[in-house]
Each structure stands twice: as C-alpha cells, then as structure tokens.
C-alpha cells in the first residue's frame, strides 16, 4: 500500500502479540488526538533470528511461503482489531505496510520513508536485565530513530 510521505502520519509497528495490540490501541488514540493517519508495520523477520515464528501459527499451510503466513496473520490481525475496536475511526482509516527483513534496521528505513510525527511500538522486556523494561527491538529503535518514539508497555 502507498503511504504519504508527510509528518502527517504515527507509525505503529506490530507483532501480533498483545503487546502490539495494545501499542497500536494507544497510537490509535494518539492519532485521534492529533489528527494523524495510522500507518500500521509489520516487519516479516529474518526466519533464522526466530525459526518457526509464523509456521507455528499456521501450521496447516506449511507449503507456503512465510511472506504469505504473514500477510494472512497481518490481515487477520487488522481485521480482529478494527472489529474489536470499531469505535476508532483512525484505526478504520489506517494504512498497513508489510515488509521483510530485520525489525530494526527495516523500521527505521520505513520511518524514513514515512516520516512519522512519532512511532508508536509495544514492549517485551525479555532479555535480560539491561533490557528488563523495554525489549531489545524497541530500544534499539529508540537509541536509533531520528523521530520520536513511545514506548508502550
């Protein structure tokens, strides 16, 4: 899908996790306050960074590729959370973008592309100590991004 290339959008990437949902719940609500578009991101990782990430969710498909798995699991993601939030005309307007490569080097690139107001990203905190209150992902792209970034935990 296009995307605009103005400070007229809030990038919210997203995982799929509860997490995400609520990252992409709170930009929502960010975008309506500040009369943004909502550009949702979904980056299809590096297969050997996380083995079995998709098929583990579809297992009944293994013979597609996992750009596919994804694209259906981002599809069905959107259309859970529009119907669940379905209050939010932001979240209804918003735009998605799929891309493929490692999070947060293809992140930043779409940010730079987009060219956000802020980007909105959810929080593991699973790695280790140093990493306790936000996930390694999220604060690489705060250390990183030349845009604002709000982490939600």
Request: charge should be positive.
């Amino acid at each position: 899908m296009s995307v605009a290339k103005s400070k007229d959008n809030l990038l919210v990437p997203i995982d799929f996790t509860k997490h995400s949902e609520k990252a992409l719940v709170h930009a929502a609500q960010l975008a309506d306050a500040m009369s943004l578009t909502l550009v949702i991101l979904h980056v299809v990782h590096d297969p050997a960074e996380h083995p079995g990430y998709y098929l583990r969710r579809r297992l009944k498909k293994l013979a597609k590729r996992i750009e596919d798995h994804a694209q259906e699991m981002l599809e069905s993601f959107i259309a859970d959370m529009k119907k669940k939030y379905n209050d939010s005309e932001t979240l209804q307007n918003s735009t998605t973008k799929m891309v493929v490569g490692l999070p947060v080097t293809r992140i930043l690139e779409v940010a730079d592309r987009v060219k956000p107001k802020m980007i909105v990203m959810g929080s593991h905190g699973r790695k280790g100590f140093p990493k306790l209150l936000i996930g390694s992902n999220a604060e690489k792209v705060v250390r990183l991004s030349k845009y604002p970034v709000t982490i939600v935990k």
